[in-house]
């Protein structure tokens, strides 16, 4: 048989095969899943000087930043339905006014939905137009000068006591606790310093004590003899100054060289770890008190001491300062985007105001003009290089 007739022969019996079979159906297709949800990027900004003389406080407000961010992360959170992450856009002003504007013009073309910062008044409070034009809710975890609430500004916040507070109960304890007859004050003009000295002085009148001289430096001075000379003439029982470690410490030493024995005070811009560092041998135990913008007391105190031992351990550092009113600020203003459905600033804006949130630093609720109610001081000295509190007052 020739090939070609085989093949025919096999291919009738092939097809004769098949016609006694039901012709079997497709396999139904399985249903199609739905689409996951994209994530949605959610921009935060942070603004501190991470460079200059006190790059070592804005770092410690960056690291509160980032350590909120990355537990934000963690968490999973959904707003509106959809799955949320977190990205921290993080700036350096240098304490510089101009810096600071422009960082903020930054942040608010990269459409950031709200800014934690600055660190001090004098950034805080030019940056603060710029977010108030855009729209943009800012939090501010550490400038306390008054101007910064008192602008009627919708969006503006701030998560410590301001100075008509600080300065004011650190005035009335120079002369009621210290007994201090005479006192000096020095500032170093910037809107913090001298906003806290003035409202210093105001409480030390107050309460009965005597300016015996008011002095002033900048910011980057590391010279003081000639005004610390014409103070020491004075006698005065105590030295105020209206600034920042930086300068302070300096300031510490030099007047241990000039034989000035008084007390020296300030407020939180000198409060911090660093200080006794800064100034070295300059610094007696019980000799500099400070007031920190905050505080907890009773069983928050755990919550807070927990949150240092857990900064510790990520950033292999103590806490300078405001670290922990900047991680509460960044879950504030967050909570206000998962309560509100959304992260346009113009629909959790409502929610922020609204706000009554349990962080590490105590509850945080904001008053009408974006004051933390009921705000604390922690009034602080040194002993042995290490920070002492003395009192939590509200």
Known sequence: ?????????????????????????????????????????????????????????????????????????????????????????????????????????????????????????????????????????????????????????AGAFRVVADDVHLGGTLGKYAV???????????????????????????????????????????????????????????????????????????MLKQMKQLGINAKFMGGDGICSTELPKLAADGMADDQVFCAEAGGVEGEQKEGMDKFRADFKAKFGADVQVYAPYVYDAVKVMANAMVTAGSADPKVYLPALKATNYKGVTGTIAFDEKGDIKNGALTLMTYKGGNRTTLAVIR
């Open 176 to 250: 009621e606790t210290l007994k201090a007859k005479n006192v000096a004050v020095i500032d170093d003009r910037t809107a913090y310093g001298q906003g806290v000295a003035d409202e210093f002085e105001k409480g030390v009148k107050a309460s009965g004590g005597t300016v015996v001289g008011r002095e002033f430096t900048n910011d980057k001075a590391t010279d003081f003899n000639a005004i610390l000379t014409t103070l020491k003439a004075k006698k005065p029982d105590v030295v105020f100054f209206g600034g920042m470690d930086a300068v302070a410490g300096p």
């Open 1 to 153: 048989m020739q090939l070609n007739t085989k093949l025919a022969v096999i291919a009738a019996a092939v097809a004769l095969a098949a016609c006694g079979k039901k012709e079997e159906a497709a396999p139904a297709a399985a249903p199609a899943a739905a689409p996951a949800a994209a994530a949605q990027v959610i921009k935060i900004g942070h603004v501190g000087p991470t460079s200059g003389a006190i790059a070592h406080l804005g770092k410690d407000n960056e690291n509160g930043a980032r350590m909120a961010i990355e537990e934000l992360n963690a968490a999973g959170l959904t707003i509106g339905g959809a799955p949320a992450k977190f990205e921290l856009l993080a700036e350096d002003d240098a304490a510089d006014p101009k810096q600071g504007t422009a960082a903020a013009t930054k942040l608010v073309d990269a459409k950031v939905a709200g800014v934690i910062g600055h660190l001090n008044s004098g950034t805080t409070i030019p940056a603060s137009q710029i977010y108030n034009d855009a729209g943009i809710p800012q939090i501010s975890p550490s400038a306390t000068n008054p101007k910064y609430t008192r602008q009627g500004y």
